[in-house]
């Protein structure tokens, strides 16, 4: 019931009253008043005659005299205002400031015993924004501690800081910083590559590498490169592959792969057994009151599954589509693997018949006769918007020794037409075909995949050989086995003690000649 504005001050009704009289007519006026001295929820002006110019200045006014408590509207040509509301309030903001008009807002991700995933996931429930308005261009390991850029938009720094003070759990971490404005969003790939600390302990009774032999593989690994596999990260490491669910997807054993995701789940995840076996009987109501709360992927797949028995599709279609994406992505990197293997096998220099980047080759072509240009990554170029232009060696471009293995490239296969391939013998386009038969997953080449669209997974030239930049490697004694070598960043803004950040940290910044001595 509405209760009388009696409380509504004289000087703001004078006010509005001074601010409409020249827009409103006597009658609409006084009702206008009326409905504010009464605290009416909502008022009609009759007047249907205003112009569109007449009733946008209404509008301004509104926000201007009355504020955000109230709003105007029109109704079959009528003006009407309102009372507003959250869900109103909300629906203005969208309405005058759309998301699509809005910048991004870039942040650092730290995060400690949590994947990308289930860390995106958490801040997505905190802040009330679905996970796929989170943009991130790669997911980081659960194992390791993590740092990434996310981008979202219509948020502030504000709001996203007060993640910093939500607890996710025992041994569980997630912290936000390092806020920054953009007027574009991440995705998967962006990223140039990846920044590791790692410490490696010996096991019992093995024997200490020398200084001098860490200096000749620092060396090695520096002047040659190391091939470019892709790793654990990219297939998992249980016995059901992220590639093996990919290679279902593409098959179209959609059920399958279901069953797959949730096997490889408990796995790791021992109390989401029972309701793994309740999927495989197909009890998709009794296996979604069997999961754990913290199992979202999971959970999302049955809610579908619960209504749609039959719709497997439909029910992977329910996780967040950067993740589906690892799936397709997994084959790729699983078929680039025996492919770039199967290339080594032919030699460990240059060929005729290797992918360069026409960018590149020119510009190797061009230095033979400046010596003295600095130097430029080439991988940079790969990061540009489509398939970049690629030229395959010559034998006398091999004959010329300008070209190392470092300047190769090997496809990733995908459903584009224009992808490109090497011509040699055992990583031709018919042997990436012979490859994915194998597996059961040659519609990866196939462009009317109805995944492509789903999940727009696509071709692209990854370098064959990568030399890690700034490499440096150290020996460090410690006093047990439990004694930290690097502490994280978390743990040294809480000591705030410059001198107690592990035993490697002292030694990160120095010249790696004299840290190998």
């Not at 009326?34 to 002006?45: H, K």
């Not at 055992?426 to 109805?450: H, Q, V, W």
Request: hydrophobic content about 40%; glycine content about 6%; some cysteine.
């Amino acid at each position: 019931m509405a209760t009388a504005l009696d409380a509504q001050p004289k000087l703001l009704l004078e006010h509005v009253q001074a601010q409409f009289s020249s827009l409103l007519g006597p009658e609409d006026l006084s009702s206008l008043l009326e409905a504010l001295r009464a605290g009416a929820d909502r008022v009609m002006l009759r007047d249907s005659s205003l112009t569109k110019a007449q009733r946008t200045r209404v509008h301004e006014a509104v926000k201007k005299t009355l504020g955000p408590s109230y709003f105007s509207c029109t109704v079959d040509g009528s003006l009407v205002i309102e009372k507003s509301t959250s869900v109103t309030r909300r629906e203005e903001m969208r309405r005058s400031n759309p998301l699509r008009l809005q910048k991004f807002l870039h942040f650092t991700l730290y995060k400690e015993n949590m994947d990308s995933n289930r860390a995106l996931r958490a801040i997505a429930g905190h802040l009330c924004l679905p996970v796929r308005q989170l943009l991130f261009s790669g997911t980081k390991d659960k194992r390791a501690v993590t740092l990434q850029r996310v981008a979202v938009r219509g948020l502030s720094c504000e709001r996203l800081s007060e993640i910093n003070d939500r607890s996710f759990g025992p041994d569980c971490k997630l912290k936000v910083c390092g806020f920054q404005e953009a007027e574009s969003g991440l995705r998967l790939g962006d990223t140039l590559g990846n920044h590791f600390l790692i410490a490696l302990r010996l096991l019992p009774d093995s024997t200490e590498p020398s200084p001098d032999m860490l200096k000749v593989i620092q060396e090695v690994i520096g002047s040659v490169g190391v091939v470019n596999y892709y790793g654990p990260q990219r297939f998992g490491t249980t016995e059901v592959l992220t590639s093996d669910v990919g290679i279902k997807l593409l098959s179209g054993e959609f059920e399958q792969a279901i069953r797959m995701i949730f096997h490889s789940k408990a796995i790791v995840e021992p109390n989401l057994l029972p309701s793994k076996e309740a999927v495989e009987r197909r009890s998709f109501d009794e296996a979604l009151k069997l999961l754990p709360r913290y199992c979202f992927q999971e959970r999302d797949i049955l809610k579908h599954l619960v209504k749609c028995p039959n719709d497997f599709l439909g029910a992977l279609h329910m996780i967040p589509r950067t993740l589906g994406m690892l799936y397709c992505h997994a084959v790729q990197s699983l078929i680039w693997n025996i492919m770039a293997s199967e290339r080594l096998k032919s030699g460990v220099g240059p060929l005729p018949g290797d992918l360069l980047l026409k960018n590149w080759y020119t510009h190797i072509k061009e230095r033979a006769n400046r010596p003295d240009d600095n130097d430029e990554d080439f991988t940079i170029l790969l990061k540009e918007d489509g398939l970049p232009e690629v030229v395959r060696l010559t034998e006398e471009d091999v004959a010329t020794d300008l070209f190392c293995l470092c300047d190769v490239l090997l496809t990733i296969p995908g459903p584009d037409e224009e992808l490109q391939y090497p011509s040699i013998a055992s990583c031709t386009r018919e042997s990436y075909i012979a490859a994915l038969k194998l597996r059961g997953a040659e519609m990866l080449l196939n462009a009317e995949n109805p995944l492509v669209k789903v999940y727009h997974y696509h071709g692209a030239y990854r370098p064959l050989v990568v030399k890690p930049r700034g490499l440096k490697m150290r020996l460090v004694n410690t006093k047990g086995p439990r004694e930290p070598i690097i502490l994280t960043d978390l743990e040294k803004l809480a000591t705030c003690d410059t001198n107690n950040n592990g035993v490697m940290d002292n030694e990160i910044e120095q010249d790696p000649a004299q840290r190998l001595q």
